[in-house]
Nanobody
Framework: QVQLVESGGGFVQAGDSLRLSCEAS????????MGWFRQAPGKEREFVARISWGGASKNYADSMKGRCTISRDNAKNTVYLQMNSLKPEDTAVYYC????????????????WGHGTQVTVSS
């Protein structure tokens, strides 16, 4: 069992930056790949970024590539998402999720989810 709590969302203007955090508790944090997802009202949940259990492998959605960086600090049981040059279309609830490290990729295997943090970007 893994519990995840996101923080760092807020109201910003286009072009601003935010750093989201996700703190985990429960089972060993380093056993899991970590992903960030987002969902806007009336739209499907979409993948944002993923980092492998050891931090060596990182993946980004095309819409965010070059504008965000995912990182983790296993000693603090925390994963981060630094977002720059934010756009109004980035407005969504952002969720972090844990995927057991036996998964090499894909959208499957995310068994644990946080409750989300709201990011609102105005023009």
């Amino acid at each position: 069992q893994v519990q995840l709590v996101e923080s760092g969302g807020g109201f910003v203007q286009a072009g601003d930056s935010l750093r989201l955090s996700c703190e985990a508790s429960g089972r060993t944090f380093s056993s899991y790949n970590m992903g960030w997802f987002r969902q806007a009202p009336g739209k499907e949940r979409e993948f944002v970024a993923r980092i492998s259990w050891g931090g060596a492998s990182k993946n980004y959605a095309d819409s965010m590539k070059g504008r965000c960086t995912i990182s983790r600090d296993n000693a603090k049981n925390t994963v981060y998402l630094q977002m720059n040059s934010l756009k109004p279309e980035d407005t969504a609830v952002y969720y972090c999720a844990a995927q057991h490290r036996t998964f090499l990729g894909g959208v499957g295997g995310y068994d644990y989810w946080g409750h989300g943090t709201q990011v609102t970007v105005s023009s």
